[in-house]
């Protein structure tokens, strides 16, 4: 792990290639960083599509021919898979190679890295990017265009693992993210309130509204645009991956959602009360935060998310 | 109010040209269905903006004088406003007057509707459509295309009162919306599930991620892309109007949003106790949903609301 930080990589392997591997594939092979990308999924028509796709360029028939001779390896499966590929590192992986994953969890996947083999340089990482959609037909080569990516690296003190960190970071910032470097503590946290929770609250409006005696799912399809509709967008996401979420960031999804309650909880006094001037307050600090999301690049410019023709 | 329902209006009256009121005056203007339209605002700087913009071709100095003649009077005003303007109504407008409003709420506006003079015709009315934007400049012509517009007219058995109706309709249906009649009380609680509450929730997450301490309001901003900038489209909305809506419609709210809590619980506990699936099962609902709304022309088919350049 000597090599210039921003030297391509011979062989790349990417375990998972759904919506952020194959958006990976495309992104390197653009950027001119991958000679040849071998994928593995344990589902084969998987697999087999991301081959067909051109996503990938052979797919493997096991992990252990995924990663022979790789000196990349992607880890892009849901969260809760990350113990067994551990294990399947340290029987595979060939020694000096790079390991990534995507993870929207981080403390389960660093302490899960931290078992991996010392000859092999495991950076846990999470790309702040995505879509509602799955699978290798979702990927495109600019998901990760001016968005956050997410280190977490493990406390190695050696100057291989610091040189695998460095690469890392120049392989995100070359297909145009941007790094932050993070205690996965805190990464748990703050993702807990920037992604888990709002899909949380996502699932949970769409589970109400499809529960409701009164209201027919008719009139909540027709009338979607009501405001509806929004939560619906991050609702489609991928059931697996957001079951894992919850699972393995347990404890700071319900510290945030106690937070919530309360808010909730205040707001739902000031109507029951008719306290009009606290849900004028309350209501008053979303559009600040809107611009201020829209002018860190972090969102569209235009009303109804560009949604309408307006000419 | 025998007179085609088809034909355009000599002179409309617009009661607060904001994002919805100058949309109308848009859309009936390149429909060829208005004459002369007149706008008042109990802000100046509102009806001046809208005068500089071309929405309306004069502005009246009082609300007397913008209805003084006038066949169709439109109310484009917050909820709250609706009881004086009622009494507005039946000290100065002219008899035989069709008025309309674009209320998020209609209960309310029903029974406020139901005090007018028997000689004017008071249809309410909700077209399900709007942006987090708001103002004179906020407006535009195809607002309403594809959208739903519910109308719920007052127990009234008079001919008149019905040719209003289809009046109405005829004109909505003519800028391109689709109508639905609806009792009032139905109306609210449907519009709780599809539009109050989901704004509603969106106010309250943005609350809560405003007042952590221990992640920080950049981080919010950076990493808002993993799903909490969704949420912030409809929380930048006016504060005035939702406040109004919220102590408008306080019963159906309150109702439709402890079922809401009900399902926060259940998945609340599924995530403290790792019940995976119980969450995939909760979490599979979104995407056929989401299809349904999308197969309605009610959203768009492009992945993240088409913010992404994917080719």
Redo the contacts between chains.
Sequence with gaps: MTANPTQSFERVAIIGPGLIGSSLAHAMRDAGLSGEIIGFDRDNAIANRALELGVIDKAAPDFAAAVANADLIILATPV?AITGLCELLNAHAPAGALIIDVG?VKGAIAAAAATVRENLYFIPCHP??????SGPE?G?K??FKD??C?LTPLAREDEAYKAAVARATALWEAIGAHI?IMDPT?HD???A????????????????????E??T?A???????????????????D??M???V??HN?DA??E??G??????AV??R???W?D?EA??D??????E?????VD?G???TA?????????
Excluded: C, M
Aim: charged share 25%; net charge neutral.
């Design positions: 809760g929207s702040v990017a995505g879509t509602e959609q979702a495109f600019t998901l968005r956050w997410i932050e805190h946290l703050a993702l309130v920037t992604s888990h929770l709002p899909h949380l609250i996502a699932f949970t409006l769409v589970g109400a509204a499809d529960d409701l009164s209201v799912q009139e909540v399809i027709k009338y979607s645009a009501g405001g509806f509709r929004d939560f619906t967008r991050i609702a489609a996401s059931p697996v957001w079951r894992d919850f699972i347990k999804v319900l945030v959602l937070r919530f309650s309360e808010e909730l707001l739902q000031a109507i029951r008719g009009g849900l004028h309350a209501f008053t600090r979303g559009r935060l809107r611009r201020a999301i860190a972090q969102e569209t009303p109804n998310f560009g949604r309408d023709e307006t000419d």
